[in-house]
């Protein structure tokens, strides 16, 4: 299952009951300080510097949005509620009880409490839904020509949802905008694995073959003509 590995509230030192003031203040004292700006002259520093300053300004754009934070937050809750019936799966069986006394197993029999099935469907649809807004972000900045920017967004939408072929296929064409047609041809193909009747699969895989072909024979008529003594020594050199 996937899921928001960060720890977005770490990553700005805050409680997770923090104020949207104090998120800002924790983003604000932590981008001046990391800012990558602070060392010109170090490119190994500023190198850390804009990972970490990736981080934490990821972290303030999830956390100091009132929707996007509820989201984050009930993954993070629902993650605990997995990881709790994980533990209570190792408990010896039957025979465990709790301080009252009561089977443990009868407990969840009885209360519905810890339904994995449940859990990991919720999960599913939060991850759709999360993905489904970087897929928008990376529409937005594909049309700002912003390509380095809706890669990584549609990278993170794969990682939600890796079996949707939408996300690929958009990656495919931010890849083709940058001129890099093996890349593309890669998503295309792992959007036809996961849907193969896909029909804007098809028509990308159609588009990246015929520029495949466009620049073999580019290069062939470009290709420097051979003079009259190079002729004939080819000619030579294959008769002996």
């Known amino acids: 299952m996937q899921e928001f590995e960060e720890d977005y509230y770490a990553t700005l030192g805050v409680e997770e009951s923090a104020s949207q003031e104090e998120v800002r203040k924790a983003y604000l004292a932590l981008a001046k300080k990391l800012h990558p700006d602070r060392f010109p002259n170090d490119p190994e520093k500023r190198i850390v510097a804009q990972s970490e300053f990736a981080k ?41 009880e709790d ?14 409490a810890h339904s994995p099935v449940g859990n990991e469907f919720e ?22 020509r912003n390509f380095k920017e809706a890669e990584t967004a549609l990278k993170e939408a794969i990682r939600l949802v890796p079996t949707d072929p939408r996300y690929h296929n958009k990656l495919a064409e931010v890849y083709l905008a940058r ?7 890669t998503e295309v ?13 098809k028509n990308l895989e159609a588009k990246v073959k015929a520029l ?13 003509k051979k003079g009259f003594l190079e002729q004939l020594k080819e000619i030579l050199t294959r008769k002996l």
């Not at 303030?60 to 994980?86: F, M, N, P």
């Not at 009252?100 to 407990?107: A, F, K, M, V, Y």
């Open 212 to 224: 495949a072909r466009e620049k073999t024979i580019s290069q062939q008529i470009n290709k420097p």
């Open 179 to 185: 001129g890099w047609k093996t890349l593309a041809m």
């Open 56 to 96: 934490v300004t990821r972290a303030h754009d999830v956390i100091c949005d009132a929707e996007s934070r509820a989201e984050y937050d009930a993954v993070r809750l629902l993650t605990r509620k997995r990881q709790s019936q994980t533990n209570l799966s190792a408990v010896s069986g039957e025979s465990a």
């Open 123 to 144: 999960e599913d649809n939060i991850n759709i839904k999360w993905a489904n807004k970087h897929l928008a972000r990376a529409d937005d900045l594909f049309r700002r």
């Open 189 to 201: 193909q792992s959007a036809l694995r996961n849907d193969p009747k896909n029909s804007e699969a």
């Open 99 to 112: 301080i009252d006394g009561q089977p443990i197993d009868s407990i969840s029999r009885t209360t519905g």
